[in-house]
């Protein structure tokens, strides 16, 4: 059961364009989300989160977009760099319980 | 310094052995988690322990068995390993927060490979 969806396996982006990366859910109860980028043998660094209460949050280069009534939310990095190449999930969870669901991961290229 | 670190990086055994991985993390965090990326790269939890106490236990084999001596470990032995064990498991911590959601920090992970 797949709570979780990233519908696209790959993506590839111009350097300086903007690069836009979905992720839908099935659970509302979910109520965290969250985006981690992954490079090749490391572990899964942070990026940006989002609470239900707020539908957009902005940390630099990285907005994430929340549409709770599509059970939808979007990375969008502007402007794409080569070191943002990376495979990118995204996670939920339930207030109160610590449990993380991730997607499957969008691997994100970006072309120099 | 490492935030959330993982030894070893790379196990290679054989079926039936039983091994260890070993974590720490030296953010002050009061949740620890262990989760499998398995070969189609799909990240899964495991367990997660709360000041040493366990929390969450999805499902695992009972062969997987957690343990958290302090707050700022958690360590996992796996009995009898089989092949199906062969992945990547990462450990990771969070900080329970006021306004709800907790972010995890992750390790770099360990390679298991069965032979």
């Known amino acids: 059961d797949q709570q979780v969806k990233q519908n696209s396996p790959s993506l590839s982006v111009q350097e300086g364009r903007i690069s836009i990366l979905n992720c839908d859910y099935t659970n509302s109860m979910f109520d965290y989300f969250l985006w981690y980028k992954k490079y090749p043998a490391e572990g899964p660094t942070f990026l940006i989160s989002?609470?239900?209460?707020?539908d957009k949050n902005e940390d630099g280069r990285f907005t994430v977009f929340l549409n709770k009534s599509a059970k939808h939310l979007s990375l969008h990095i502007v402007p794409s760099q080569p070191g943002d190449s990376a495979v990118y999930f995204c996670?939920?969870?339930?207030?109160?319980?610590?449990?993380?669901?991730f997607g499957t991961g969008t691997r994100l290229t970006i072309i120099p | 310094d490492t935030a959330v670190s993982q030894t070893p990086k790379y196990l290679v055994t054989q079926m039936g052995n039983d091994k260890s991985i070993k974590c720490e993390q030296n953010l002050g965090h009061d949740t620890m988690y262990w989760y499998k990326q398995d070969s189609k790269k799909f990240l899964k939890i495991m367990f997660s322990y709360n000041n040493k106490e366990l929390i969450i236990n999805e499902t695992v084999p009972n062969r997987f068995s957690p343990k958290s001596p302090d707050k700022a470990h958690l360590n996992l032995h796996i009995n009898s390993l089989e092949l199906g064990d062969s992945a990547v498991y990462f450990c990771?911590?969070?900080?329970?927060?006021?306004?709800?959601?907790?972010?995890?920090?992750f390790g770099p992970g360990t390679r298991l490979l069965v032979l």
């Open positions: 996670a939920a969870s339930v207030w109160g319980n610590e449990k993380l669901t």
């Open positions: 989002i609470s239900s209460i707020k």
């Open positions: 990771a911590s969070s900080q329970a927060g006021t306004s709800g959601g907790e972010t995890q920090y």
